[in-house]
């Protein structure tokens, strides 16, 4: 774990005056609730408890623990989750003659994928299924992501009840049930805190003496389930059938006023509190090593996360817990602000209604949810992607079944990166940790199934993966190969250099993953007979088409990844490896052509059928995420729009969230808008989680990140400051986005136009900054100036792309003239 040292009261920054209200509003906490009031512009609240899980629970989570708050008034169930709770992988009892063989076959099938190969060479294409048949693999015990249980709050039925309300306020991550029962006001506040790792739920009324209620945990019944008691707590342990994965969890309540019984069958009973908190922690006996995955069995530390909890609950009260929790979420969250309306929302509908009467963005209330459905992005990957754990998977943490859609595995021909979008761009790099971590961790399985399935040195993975180091194939011949994931998965380690600078970064995490992920290209590239050119073969563009010899995606991913490996190697003195490199790229075919109908192609003969409107829209992964297409590349940047017209604007939930992203990067606001608007209105469930149909998170991931491309971008050539604003978002700001090169930028605009963007710069160097080319910006229009010196800094260039030198440490701020102060307030 990569902890700063133990979180308390102290990393409440003193410039975060906001957690500092939180702090002292939760410290004064009294009978009066709800204690804290909910901020109106960032609360998704219902006025029922949830009548589905899918669709309306409310989650909280800290990344190793999520819960999907469901709030009901007599019975409530706060279903939880932890992220190691698997099936499958080794000790898997699901086919113990086959057994888990982590999608890696035994014998090396380097021979069948040279028949493939040569069958490619003659025949130009094969079916997906003749490569499966050859080259797939019948799998054993991949397993499932589990529901860990249930806490159930059972309270005494109520003769009448009103002012329902279930709401989560992503301002301080808490959520709350609330309502009037036989005129006594009731409160519950749902919390999972990443200082204390414990899911918290604290009950309180207005009344004194009323919290009466018993609470107890519940188990699927696909393991064993041991229920001990000693005080006022309640553990559950035993092992998963499947695979004997041992678990446990542990449940306390620390009441003010009043009584509790714990009976022997594992029910608390409360009566007559005046206050009541529940602490819950949870844990596996996993690790993430190869090749048995298992560690301590979960007792001891499951007991000192709750210990710790309990006794910091017990002396100091709930407020100090809460206190922490907020601190500790608010120094991620509160650096990005996003006002897309002018006027705060002050009663925001429910959100089921607010997002039925979602209308397309033209007005306050529809802007206020977009505003909202962003941060909700932010909100979710905090929440599930935080050091110490897995990486956030395709339902982030929350999953309430033993057989969830796609196992809620990783797939990583797009929706494991997707999730990780919005990690940068909107200032949440560290929640980027989980994921280098479960990335280092496939290097030593990668490895093998490199030289087994590929014959190649290096590591990679050929689409999904579970948390057992599954890094082999599967027999679905519509996604079973695709092993440029590797490369994809490592071009994130450089992104993150990217962006941070992170020169420690860069050697010590990301280019060993980059080189070896390199290695497995060198070793595995073909020379294409038509012409020369260094190939991927077999290729296949995700998720439809035939297998050929380099489709565009397969030789853009492994473009990208052999230069930003070169890059790295060259700066870092692996000359050798850098020149080797080099070699290969130039002579490695780019995947970048213009076809007969002016289309951007899909693969590397002119197949592409302008009626083709499949979800994924490989080829134009060199527009983003990659970032080979853009304005540096016109001919190309025609032929992607082409492609991506022809593609249409429908979709699954992360194929549109996608789209938003490719429309911001070919400056087209207001298609980007429209797909946001889609996505809203047909990919989105009432809690705003996003659906493939099913619930998939990826999609909120990505069109979180969707919005950000359309408020800036940057590359190697130029930070844009609003390169693709919408007509409806005529005024807003936006605060504390990043760009590559160490760049955080706020900006301000007015009826389309750019007030003002403040560039805090955290190295030397020089910057160039892009206005958009039209009539609405002309960047002589502005002046530069050092904050706090009010130095006059020379913009030099040409048009609407100008550079400068920055300083590290300073802060710039380009602001439109002839703008009286009101002006620039945007
Ligand atoms: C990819 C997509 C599917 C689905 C799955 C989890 O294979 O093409 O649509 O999202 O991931």
Redesign the pocket.
């Known amino acids: 774990m990569k902890r700063e040292g133990p979180h308390t009261l102290g990393v409440v920054r003193p410039r975060d005056a906001a957690a500092q209200v939180y702090l002292a509003a939760s410290l004064a906490l009294s009978f009066a609730v709800p204690a804290v009031a909910d901020d109106p512009a960032l609360t998704l609240w219902f006025d029922h408890p949830a009548q589905d899980w899918e669709t309306e629970s409310l989650p909280i989570g800290n990344g190793a623990l999520g819960a999907a708050v469901q709030g009901g008034v007599v019975r409530d169930t706060l279903q939880f989750n932890e992220k190691t709770l698997w099936t499958g992988g080794p000790g898997s009892r699901e086919n113990p003659a086959a057994g888990y063989d982590y999608g890696i076959p035994t014998q090396s099938r380097v021979g069948e994928l040279a028949a493939v190969r040569q069958q490619l060479k003659e025949k130009g294409a094969l079916k997906p299924e003749d490569v499966a048949g050859v080259l797939g693999n019948k799998i054993t015990a991949y397993g499932n992501y589990q529901s860990f249980g249930d806490l159930v709050l059972a309270f005494p039925a109520a003769d009448s009840v009103s002012d329902y309300r279930r709401s989560l306020d992503l301002s301080n991550a808490t959520a709350r049930v609330s309502y009037r029962a036989d005129g006594v006001h009731f409160s519950r506040e749902y919390l999972a805190s990443y200082p204390d790792e414990v899911i918290a739920v604290h009950l309180s009324a207005d009344r004194p003496g009323s919290i009466n209620f018993s609470a107890h945990l519940q188990v699927p019944d696909n393991r064993s389930a041991e229920v001990h008691t000693r005080g006022k707590r309640v553990t559950i342990n035993g092992q998963l059938h499947d695979n004997g994965l041992a678990y446990e969890t542990q449940l306390q309540v620390i009441t003010e006023g009043g009584a509790v019984q714990t009976a022997e069958n594992g029910t608390l009973t409360i009566t007559g509190a005046d206050r009541a908190t529940l602490l819950l922690a949870a844990g596996t006996e996993y690790a993430a090593e190869y090749p048995q995955y298992r560690g301590q069995n979960p007792h001891r530390m499951v007991q000192a996360r709750l210990d710790r909890a309990s006794r910091k609950a017990a002396s100091d009260g709930y407020p100090v817990l809460r206190a922490a929790h907020v601190a500790d979420y608010r120094n991620l969250f509160a650096r990005v602000d996003l006002s897309l309306t002018s006027n705060a929302i002050q009663n925001p509908p429910p959100i089921d209604r607010w997002l039925e009467n979602y209308a397309g963005g033209h007005g306050q209330f529809d802007r206020a949810l977009e505003q909202l459905y962003f941060q909700y992005g932010r909100y979710l990957l905090i929440s599930s992607s935080r050091d110490g754990s897995l990486p956030a998977n ?1 339902q982030g943490v929350w999953n309430n079944s033993a057989t969830p859609p ?1 196992n809620a595995d990783y ?1 990583a ?3 494991l990166q997707m999730n990780y979008w919005p990690a940068e761009v909107t200032n949440l790099a560290e929640t980027t940790g989980p994921l280098f971590d479960f990335v280092d961790s496939l290097q030593a399985p990668g490895g093998v199934a490199a030289e087994k399935l590929l014959g190649a040195r290096g590591w990679t993975l050929f689409l999904n993966t579970n948390i057992w180091g599954f890094t082999g194939v599967i027999d679905w011949p519509t ?1 079973f190969w695709q092993p440029e994931a590797g490369a994809w998965l490592a071009d994130h380690y450089y992104e993150h250099y990217r962006f941070s600078g992170d020169e420690k970064f860069l050697r010590e995490r990301a280019y060993p993953v980059m080189r070896g992920a390199a290695q497995v290209w060198l070793d595995s590239l073909i020379k294409d007979p038509r012409d020369g050119r260094l190939v991927v073969s077999p290729s296949y563009s ?2 439809h088409g035939d297998f050929t010899i380099g489709a565009a995606m397969s030789q853009q991913l492994v473009r990208e990844l052999l230069h930003n490996t070169r890059d790295a190697a060259t700066r870092l003195g692996d000359t050798a490896f850098a020149s080797e490199l080099n070699i290969a790229l130039e002579y490695l075919d780019p995947g970048l052509r213009i076809g007969k109908w002016g289309q951007l192609q899909e693969w590397k003969q002119d197949l592409d059928d302008p009626e083709n409107q499949h ?2 829209v490989s080829q134009l992964y060199a527009l983003f995420p990659g970032d080979e297409i853009g304005h540096h590349t016109p001919a190309l940047f025609d032929a992607a729009r082409t492609s991506l017209n022809a593609r249409g604007d429908a979709g ?1 939930g ?1 194929s549109r969230a996608w789209k938003i992203s490719l429309w911001a990067h070919l400056d087209d606001g207001d298609r980007a808008h429209k797909i946001l608007a889609a996505q809203l209105k047909d990919s989105t469930l009432p809690n705003l989680w996003s659906t ?1 149909p099913p619930f ?1 998170i ?1 999609g909120n991931f990505g069109a979180t990140a969707g919005i950000a491309e359309m408020l800036i971008q940057s590359d190697d050539h130029a930070i844009q400051l609003l390169p693709a604003l919408p007509s409806t978002w005529p005024t807003g700001h936006i605060t504390g986005l990043r760009a590559r090169g160490g760049v955080t930028a706020d900006m301000h605009w007015r009826e389309g136009k750019l007030t003002r963007a403040q560039l805090y710069v955290h190295s030397d160097r020089d910057i160039q900054i892009q206005l958009p080319d039209n009539s609405q910006h002309n960047l002589a229009d502005y002046t530069l100036r050092e904050v706090g010196s009010q130095k006059i800094l020379a913009l030099t260039g040409k048009g609407n792309r100008r550079s400068f030198s920055a300083r590290a440490g300073t802060r710039y701020l380009l602001s439109r003239n002839n703008q009286n102060s009101a002006a620039g307030q945007g």
Do not use: F, G, K
């Open positions: 395709l796609w797939h021909n797009i929706n996604a995700p998720e979800r994924h699954t992360w493939h998939q990826d």
